[in-house]
């Protein structure tokens, strides 16, 4: 994991390929100046299209493990 957190695409595609935690991402969306909100309850609202985290943000989970 980074040390320090940059707000570039590379480091998404990081986090993304490197299966990071969803605390990570949610760092790295705080770090982006976007709403930290990767699988929270708010996914299901989402209207963010151009949101690269959308597709595995979106995607349904067991309420268990959100």
Same mark, same amino acid.
């Not at 996914?43 to 959308?54: A, L, N, T």
């Given at each position: /994991? $980074? =040390?320090?957190?940059?707000?570039?695409? &590379?480091?998404? @595609? +990081?986090?993304? &390929?490197?299966?990071?935690?969803? =605390?990570?991402?949610? %760092? +790295?969306? %705080? %770090?982006?100046? /976007? =709403? $930290?909100?990767?699988? =929270?309850? +708010?996914?299901?609202?989402? !209207?963010?299209? @151009?949101?690269?985290?959308?597709?595995?943000?979106? !995607? +349904?989970? %067991? @309420?268990? !493990? !959100?």
């Amino acid at each position: /994991m $980074p =040390t320090q957190i940059n707000s570039s695409i &590379e480091d998404f @595609e +990081l986090a993304f &390929e490197s299966g990071f935690s969803r =605390t990570t991402i949610r %760092a +790295l969306q %705080a %770090a982006q100046g /976007m =709403t $930290p909100c990767y699988q =929270t309850d +708010l996914r299901i609202y989402c !209207r963010k299209v @151009e949101c690269q985290w959308r597709g595995n943000c979106r !995607r +349904l989970v %067991a @309420e268990w !493990r !959100r």
